[in-house]
């Protein structure tokens, strides 16, 4: 069985330009979410979404959005970027129910110049 | 609002010792999940454990072992034998009922296993 897979794995963007991530679930799981993981901050959730629909979100400011395809592939936005957002863009995979144990793509390492 | 800590952000040990990563959590709600992650220099989080908050029982998969205390708020994580591979990022996480899949994670232990 396939895991979960990101794209791309690196990115380099210089501030006030845009990004999309891409991630897609291991085939069968209906819920994926982002997280961001930085050196001072840790790992913090950014959202959920479950048959796309975002069904949770975490304290980021609106510049970070995302999305559902029908197919549960999900992409996530940030727009407007500042070196702040530089970071490792992990998703997670998981089944229909909650409390389930999320499955991890190896992350997007985004650097914002 | 729900916590996690981990206090020892990073430990080093010799091959073959035993350790123990702490793992303290805060939540309000009488049901939720505690979780353990395993991140290697790839960067690709591995679980390796669930635990839900009426199991009390403690686990023990081949070297690991987990020892859930209600009482104290802990989760915590032995390795036994340590080995080289066991060297990574640990991390602690919780969820509770009601928020999906979110989890909040701890700031992670730092493990370097020396050979």
């Known amino acids: 069985k396939a895991g979960v897979t990101q794209t791309p794995r690196y990115l380099i963007k210089t501030r006030g330009q845009q990004v999309t991530l891409s991630c897609s679930p291991i085939?069968?799981?209906?819920?994926v979410s982002w997280y961001q993981q930085t050196p001072g901050q840790g790992l913090q959730f950014l959202f959920e979404?479950?048959?796309?629909?975002?069904?949770n979100k975490g304290n980021f400011p609106g510049r970070f959005s995302g999305r559902q395809f029908s197919n549960s592939r999900s992409e996530m936005n940030v727009s407007t970027l500042e070196l702040g957002d530089s970071a490792l863009y992990l998703c997670?995979?998981?089944?229909?129910?909650?409390?389930?144990?999320?499955?991890f793509g190896p992350g997007t390492r985004l650097t914002v110049l | 609002a729900q916590k996690v800590t981990q206090a020892q952000t990073e430990i080093s040990v010799v091959e073959k010792e035993d350790v123990t990563l702490d793992c303290v959590y805060e939540t309000r709600d009488t049901t939720y999940y505690l979780f353990w992650y395993k991140q290697p220099p790839s960067g690709e989080l591995v679980f390796l454990i669930r635990r839900n908050s009426f199991d009390e029982q403690n686990e023990i998969s081949g070297r690991y072992s987990w020892n859930f205390q209600k009482s104290t708020s802990s989760f915590n994580f032995t390795i036994t034998a340590s080995q080289v591979v066991d060297s990574a990022v640990y991390f602690c996480?919780?969820?509770?009922?009601?928020?999906?899949?979110?989890?909040?994670f701890g700031g992670g232990t730092r493990l370097m296993v020396k050979p």
């Open positions: 996480a919780l969820s509770e009922e009601g928020v999906g899949n979110m989890l909040t």
């Open positions: 085939s069968g799981h209906r819920s």
């Open positions: 997670a995979s998981s089944h229909d129910r909650s409390y389930n144990e999320q499955f």
């Open positions: 979404y479950f048959s796309e629909t975002q069904r």
